[in-house]
């Protein structure tokens, strides 16, 4: 693999320390902002915000706001509500908010490349399943092992040789998981087969995006593109899951 570069791990560093400042991310979050958001959402794409909030709140929130929950725990467990209820009430909030901290500081930022990087770091709780014997606990692992190697993309795009080897490790981590969820699928309740089903649908429908995202890339598309598809297929995977840890009874 070929070690990060300064300039990457700068970028990196410049996007947690927006976040850390909690005073800052704390005064964007009234009403003025949520108007925002409602305007600059009509214009993206849905289900990009979604995912890029996702990995917003997963990668940089959470792990930031653990760490202040030492200094005064009563006031961020407001802090976390508050998030995550507007997000509840504006899907791709959080995605908006990092982006407006983004434009505030006027740093020449990937969003979408650091969150991937930082999807290598990210705490794996959310892909742990704990219960339910064997079967259950592969899906998780496979996902994990997944997620890890799509977080890779960023450091090893710049390399053809070495990229075309993640990309094989991409695709058989792929059908590992797959393998494992339609070894998961028989042993569930009838109730939930058709909702597990249409998840693994759709990790297949990005799966498949993914790869030709890829075709596009080797064409001469930016490595952004491949970056944001990589990042959706991770939302794909952290949704699955969590349907499996929700709903799950052998």
């Known amino acids: 693999m070929k070690p990060d570069n300064p300039y990457n791990h700068t970028m990196n560093l410049s996007l947690r320390k927006i976040c850390s400042n909690f005073s800052i991310v704390r005064c964007w979050l009234p009403s003025g902002m949520c108007g925002h958001a409602v305007e600059s959402h009509s214009m993206a794409s849905a289900l990009e915000q979604q995912c890029l909030s996702s990995a917003v709140y997963s990668v940089l929130f959470r792990p930031l706001l653990e760490r202040f929950e030492m200094r005064d725990p009563t006031a961020l467990r407001s802090f976390r ?83 075309l080897e993640t990309i094989k490790e991409i695709a058989n981590s792929i059908k590992k998981l797959l393998d494992a969820i339609n070894s998961l699928i028989p042993l569930l309740s009838p109730e939930l087969q058709p909702l597990v089903d249409q998840r693994k649908r759709d990790f297949v429908k990005f799966s498949k995006r993914f790869s030709n995202t890829l075709k596009e890339y080797f064409k001469g598309e930016p490595p952004e593109s491949v970056f944001n598809s990589a990042n959706q297929l991770i939302c794909q995977i952290v949704l699955f899951v969590k349907i499996i840890r929700e709903n799950i009874i052998l």
């Open 81 to 163: 509500s508050a998030l995550v209820q507007a997000e509840r009430e504006q899907e791709g909030f959080l995605c908006l908010l990092i982006k407006h901290l983004l434009s505030k500081s006027q740093l020449d930022v990937s969003l979408h490349e650091s969150l991937l990087r930082l999807q290598g770091t990210a705490c794996s709780d959310d892909l742990k399943l704990t219960n339910g014997g064997a079967v259950v606990q592969e899906v998780g692992q496979r996902a994990t092992v997944l997620r890890a190697i799509l977080a890779r993309i960023p450091n090893e795009i710049g390399d053809r040789r070495t990229f």
